[in-house]
């Protein structure tokens, strides 16, 4: 047995036997352990405080580890400011990206739905894939939300940005930019003809009938609805169509977009 395995097996043994709504404090408990097995530890500990209604408090560097967690529970303890300030919420990778400097990706960008983070995906790759490489994209919730996340890593070191839909406009000089279009991307993209003639030749799916049976008054169940009607993942038919909508996109809106991302580096 690893010096890390038998470690883990010590300290689940004193979480199963202490008493009921205990308050543990664990001090890099992934030390010595793999990825997957942090990630797994992670599971480990959120059934046992559901289980055991134990409060776990627990230090941690390891990105595997905090993956394994919801956001509800992430907080970052940031010191780059010369105070120490706690930043709730944040993804695995943003808070990873703070505590390595922001060393490992040039932009961390955030959008605020999957149909969002699909559509940049494909404007980027179009504009400049190697550039694609290098940044990393969120999904981070509504408008309202990408600015309180702005507003509140505006003094950190990490490389921000946030792209929100074509309907709520941008703010270049807080780094907050919009997708192309005038709609939420998931109206842009049923509106593309180019999308209808797609999902006819791929699904044999007429979008004009579809859109007649669709929810008006909810866009985001759309490509749910749609994945359910071609017996298709619904990432698979999201990202599809955000291709095809992309491609369709005049060059000069992409590269724009792109270029405003690659500027904010330099901010």
Same mark, same amino acid.
Do not use: W
């Given at each position: 047995m690893g010096c890390g395995e038998g470690r883990v097996q010590h300290f689940i043994q004193q979480l199963e036997s202490l008493p009921e709504k205990?308050?543990?404090?664990?001090?890099?408990?992934?030390?010595?352990?793999?990825?997957s097995a942090q990630f797994e530890l992670g599971r480990y500990l959120i059934d046992v405080c559901i289980r055991r209604k134990h409060q776990v408090l627990l230090t941690t560097h390891a990105e595997s580890l905090l993956a394994s967690l919801p956001s509800a529970c992430r907080i970052y303890i940031d010191r780059s400011t010369g105070n120490i300030r706690p930043i709730n919420g944040l993804s695995s990778a943003q808070a990873?990206?703070?505590? &390595?400097?922001? &060393?490992?990706?040039?932009?961390q960008i955030l959008v605020e739905?999957?149909?969002?983070?699909?559509?940049?995906?494909e404007i980027i790759r179009r504009s400049d894939a190697t550039f694609l490489r290098t940044v990393e994209i969120h999904s981070s919730g509504d408008k309202d939300a990408l600015q309180r996340i702005m507003q509140t890593l505006s003094g950190t070191s990490l490389a921000l940005?946030?792209?929100?839909?074509?309907?709520?406009?941008?703010?270049?000089?807080?780094?907050?930019?919009?997708?192309?279009?005038?709609?939420?991307?998931?109206?842009?993209?049923?509106?593309?003809?180019?999308?209808?003639?797609?999902?006819?030749?791929?699904?044999?799916?007429h979008l004009a009938d579809f859109m007649t049976a669709a929810d008006q008054n909810d866009h985001h169940a759309w490509f749910g609805a749609l994945a359910h009607?071609?017996?298709?993942?619904?990432?698979?038919?999201?990202?599809?169509?955000?291709?095809?909508?992309?491609?369709?996109?005049?060059?000069?809106d992409c590269d724009a977009l792109v270029g405003q991302l690659k500027a904010a580096i330099k901010r």
């Open positions: 205990s308050l543990v404090l664990l001090e890099e408990p992934e030390t010595s352990l793999h990825q990873a990206s703070l505590m &390595a400097n922001a &060393a490992t990706k040039a932009l739905d999957p149909v969002g983070k699909a559509v940049l995906t940005a946030a792209v929100r839909d074509a309907d709520t406009g941008a703010s270049p000089k807080q780094n907050l930019f919009s997708l192309p279009g005038t709609k939420p991307p998931e109206k842009e993209i049923f509106e593309c003809p180019s999308v209808g003639q797609y999902l006819h030749d791929q699904y044999s799916l009607a071609v017996c298709a993942d619904e990432a698979t038919v999201t990202t599809e169509c955000a291709r095809v909508y992309v491609s369709s996109l005049p060059e000069n």
